[in-house]
């Protein structure tokens, strides 16, 4: 089945405690993208990759990283976790990037990632 | 400043009637606009796709217009039924690979 994994759904931690939520897609998609959302805010982007080795920023990316080694997976790494990065966060993937004319492509969203920081 | 404005208050219809969701956006051209449906505590999903010289597009019993002029996209949903009920968000191209997306609309249909 094609689809986007994310780990884990749900993560308390404490404020400093670095993590990571992995980002898997199955769909050999190229562009892969990473999200939060929050009430009224909507969803913002946070990093995105056109393909391997290759990130850009997106809205939001302070205090987040990201690495694309290998075409399926992008992970999400929080080195300093602050309350204010709690969220629902939302991987997403798409065959391409989104923004060349005539070339109009979805995007297929993992299932979400719930995250408290205390 | 660029904006995309949905109607944050939640949309009552009943069964049967068609629900019509607005999608505003300022100081964006964008190349096409999408239309994505997203249930509570889970990952938004595809519905739609207009490109910037179509006027309309249908599935099903979905229909989307997209005005350049006006600076707006509508979604309707025909013979609306109550598991039609989510937040529905529109999502613009903004020509720098990405999607920008709108805070959402919530749909209720009753029975």
């Known amino acids: 089945e094609a689809q986007v994994t994310q780990n884990p759904r749900y993560l308390i931690t404490v404020t400093g405690k670095k993590l990571t939520v992995t980002c898997s897609q199955n769909m050999n998609h190229e562009y892969m993208s990473w999200y939060r959302q929050d009430p009224g805010l909507g969803l913002r982007q946070i990093y995105y990759?056109?393909?391997?080795?290759?990130?850009d920023k997106g809205d939001v990316p302070e205090g987040y990283k990201v690495s694309r080694k290998e075409k399926r997976n992008f992970p999400l790494i929080l080195e300093s976790p602050s309350p204010n990065q709690t969220s629902l966060y939302f991987c997403?993937?798409?065959?391409?990037?989104?923004?060349?004319?005539?070339?109009?492509?979805?995007?297929?969203f993992g299932p979400g990632t719930r995250l408290l920081v205390l | 400043s660029q904006k995309i404005e949905q109607n944050s208050e939640a949309l009552n219809i009943q069964e049967g009637k068609t629900a019509t969701l607005t999608c505003n956006y300022t100081n964006y051209s964008p190349a096409y606009l999408q239309w994505y449906r997203q249930d509570p505590g889970r990952g938004p999903v595809f519905l739609l796709l207009i490109r910037e010289n179509e006027k309309e597009k249908r599935k099903e019993r979905l229909k989307v217009t997209f005005d350049t002029t006006l600076k707006q996209s509508l979604f309707h949903i025909t013979a609306s039924q109550p598991a039609d009920s989510a937040t529905y968000l529109c999502a613009l191209n903004t020509g720098f690979q990405k999607l920008v997306f709108g805070t959402g609309t919530r749909l209720l249909v009753s029975p």
């Open positions: 990759s056109m393909n391997v080795e290759v990130t």
């Open positions: 997403a993937s798409s065959p391409s990037g989104q923004g060349a004319r005539g070339r109009q492509e979805t995007q297929y």
